[in-house]
């Protein structure tokens, strides 16, 4: 076919698609397009329609190259942009799709779904708050707008507000039946309002689903295990978890442990022989002053994820001498000079006073980004598997405190293996059971070689002497950071509903103390296989042996 008769073939595509889109059918309007692609056509609405076909097969990342070949051709169409955004967004490439609803703000600022595409991304990086406002400034600007309103339902489902959940979502489905963000958000507050059989066979519908997105799915298989493990039902739900996990694990493989990739557990492993390695007097950094934004005190809180570092980051903030961060990446800078490059860990070894005092001052750069001032307090860093970084940590602060949350070795695995958390490196860990397991086991033996070898001021904070004595233990922990104690620290779960909690135990940590401990037992035939590879830390950590 001749040039000229391939832009014919495309104008007529085009006229057909636009007829059937003046007689809403979208169906006929779909295949004209998808057909005039594949012969050749390049105009900007067929493009833009057969990225939406693909779009709908969870297919983002093809369709993120049709849409940049429309907007080659039409540069300032914001639709075009925002659709570019979603599926940016969607295929995991955050930060640039935050970049293309920018650029349809800046040009028209009152366009509702660039505000919701942008509320979207912001989720999905973990910035709740920024998610909540752009959902807000889109549902003000449109108040029919099914999808803001369902991101603000599964943001409110997050942070255990029921009732809000269930209203946003019913609202939503009101307009649009089949959003799924809306229906996970409803079968997720019918989880929290005890209403196990619903939320299961909610659950259960919408993985019957064909429309579930595939990325969705280990988040709906994790809420249906949750139903059944609330009605005691603990193998299904174990099965589950490991269904929802295995999906999780498939998706993400090639990125995670594919060919020429270092994957988490290497990178700890590689931590560990290095500073298992050194010889007495290898460990030399020069030591640095840290002026530290004038904060009172510098306390890292680490241990492992799900050991209760919420928990008592969240008891600690509520004093009014304390400044808190809640898992932000502040130390990425000295990650890219020390741990990505072979020879890494043995520069820091030797780092000088000038190297170290500029990752100081960008670590400091970092928190005051994300709207933190320590000036007067003390300012607790909490992100869990900065258990890893204990050398950094030394070396860029020698006078920093560490609060290291323990629980039982049993109870964390199995909670990591239970949550559907945002995937990045670390959390892929987690999509298989002997995977969690021994990475507990791999962080567990890095932090007590890091102990050893590049010593920190460290106290360790049990989970469950926490929750049997609350008062006891915090006294104690406010001893160790240089605070007076107050009964304000008592009320601990009133102030945490007026903060933004990102992790997975903002529902907890708001209903108070909960007894989380002893969870393991209900599953103890399926943890048995890893049982031999976390004994060693039931011993050192003085938990209950295995048998």
């Given at each position: 076919m001749t040039d000229t008769q391939t832009m014919s073939s495309s104008m007529e595509a085009v006229r057909a698609a636009e007829g059937a889109l003046a007689f809403?059918?979208?169906?006929?309007?779909?295949?004209?397009?998808?057909?005039?692609?594949?012969?050749?056509?390049?105009?900007?609405?067929?493009?833009?329609?057969?990225?939406?076909?693909?779009?709908?097969q969870h297919r983002y990342a093809e369709a993120v190259e049709l849409l940049e070949r429309a907007l080659e051709q039409a540069p300032d169409d914001l639709n075009l942009l925002c659709a570019l955004g979603l599926c940016l967004s969607r295929s995991g490439r955050r930060e640039a799709s935050l970049a293309a609803f920018d650029a349809v703000l800046q040009v028209q600022p009152d366009f509702a779904p660039a505000h919701y595409g942008k509320g979207s991304a912001f989720e999905l990086l973990g910035d709740l708050d920024g998610a909540r406002r752009h959902y807000e400034a889109a549902a003000g600007?449109?108040?029919?707008?099914?999808?803001?309103?369902?991101?603000?339902?599964?943001?409110?489902?997050?942070?255990?507000?029921?009732?809000?959940?269930?209203?946003?979502?019913?609202?939503?489905l009101a307009v649009d039946p089949s959003l799924t963000v809306a229906r996970i958000a409803l079968a997720s507050a019918r989880l929290g309002e005890k209403d196990l059989a619903g939320a299961e066979a909610a659950a259960r519908d919408l993985l019957a689903d064909p429309r579930l997105d595939p990325t969705d799915r280990p988040m709906v298989q994790a809420?249906?295990?949750?139903?059944?493990?609330?009605?005691?039902?603990?193998?299904?739900?174990?099965?589950?978890?490991?269904?929802?996990?295995?999906?999780?694990?498939?998706?993400?493989?090639?990125?995670?442990?594919?060919?020429?990739?270092?994957?988490?557990?290497?990178?700890?492993?590689?931590?560990?022989?290095?500073?298992?390695?050194?010889?007495?007097?290898?460990?030399?950094?020069?030591?640095?002053?840290?002026?530290?934004?004038?904060?009172?005190?510098?306390?890292?809180?680490?241990?492992?994820?799900?050991?209760?570092?919420?928990?008592?980051?969240?008891?600690?903030?509520?004093?009014?001498?304390?400044?808190?961060?809640?898992?932000?990446?502040?130390?990425?800078?000295?990650?890219?000079?020390?741990?990505?490059?072979?020879?890494?860990?043995?520069r820091l070894a030797r780092a000088?006073?000038?190297?170290?005092?500029?990752?100081?001052?960008?670590?400091?750069?970092?928190?005051?980004?994300?709207?933190?001032?320590?000036?007067?307090?003390?300012?607790?860093?909490?992100?869990?598997?900065?258990?890893?970084?204990?050398?950094?940590?030394?070396?860029?602060?020698?006078?920093?405190?560490?609060?290291?949350?323990?629980?039982?070795p049993r109870d964390v695995v199995l909670s990591c293996f239970r949550r559907a958390f945002g995937m990045n490196p670390a959390m892929y860990q987690f999509t298989s059971l002997e995977g969690t397991a021994t990475f507990y086991d791999a962080v567990m033996r890095l932090e007590q070689v890091s102990a050893e070898r590049t010593p920190v001021e460290m106290a360790e904070v049990r989970y469950e002497d926490l929750i049997g004595d609350l008062e006891g233990?915090?006294?104690?922990?406010?001893?160790?950071?240089?605070?007076?104690?107050?009964?304000?620290?008592?009320?601990?779960?009133?102030?945490?509903?007026?903060?933004?909690?990102?992790?997975?135990?903002?529902?907890?940590?708001?209903?108070?103390?909960?007894?989380?401990?002893?969870?393991?037992?209900?599953?103890?035939?399926?943890?048995?296989?890893?049982?031999?590879?976390?004994?060693?830390?039931?011993?050192?950590?003085?938990?209950?042996?295995?048998?």
């Open positions: 809403n059918d979208m169906a006929s309007a779909l295949t004209i397009a998808v057909e005039a692609v594949k012969a050749g056509a390049d105009h900007p609405l067929l493009l833009n329609l057969a990225a939406h076909s693909l779009e709908t600007l449109f108040p029919g707008y099914a999808e803001p309103l369902g991101g603000l339902a599964s943001l409110a489902a997050r942070r255990g507000d029921v009732a809000e959940a269930r209203s946003l979502a019913e609202r939503a809420l249906l295990g949750d139903a059944l493990d609330g009605q005691d039902r603990a193998a299904e739900a174990f099965a589950a978890y490991a269904a929802g996990n295995a999906e999780s694990r498939e998706q993400h493989r090639a990125e995670y442990e594919g060919e020429g990739v270092e994957t988490h557990l290497q990178l700890v492993r590689r931590i560990e022989a290095f500073l298992n390695g050194l010889k007495p007097g290898d460990w030399a950094p020069e030591r640095v002053e840290d002026e530290g934004m004038g904060a009172r005190a510098h306390v890292f809180l680490i241990g492992f994820p799900r050991s209760g570092t919420t928990l008592l980051e969240q008891i600690i903030a509520t004093h009014p001498d304390v400044v808190s961060l809640e898992e932000r990446p502040t130390l990425e800078d000295a990650d890219a000079a020390y741990l990505i490059e072979p020879d890494g860990l043995g000088s006073a000038s190297e170290l005092s500029d990752l100081q001052r960008r670590y400091w750069a970092r928190v005051a980004d994300y709207g933190v001032d320590p000036a007067g307090k003390v300012f607790i860093d909490k992100l869990p598997l900065n258990t890893v970084k204990l050398s950094i940590i030394n070396a860029l602060f020698p006078k920093a405190k560490v609060l290291f949350a323990l629980r039982d233990e915090a006294r104690q922990v406010c001893d160790f950071l240089g605070l007076e104690w107050t009964d304000d620290l008592k009320d601990f779960a009133e102030k945490s509903r007026e903060r933004t909690i990102r992790t997975p135990s903002a529902k907890q940590v708001a209903r108070g103390l909960y007894r989380g401990d002893g969870q393991w037992r209900r599953y103890e035939q399926e943890l048995a296989s890893v049982l031999p590879t976390l004994k060693p830390w039931l011993k050192r950590f003085g938990y209950e042996p295995a048998e």
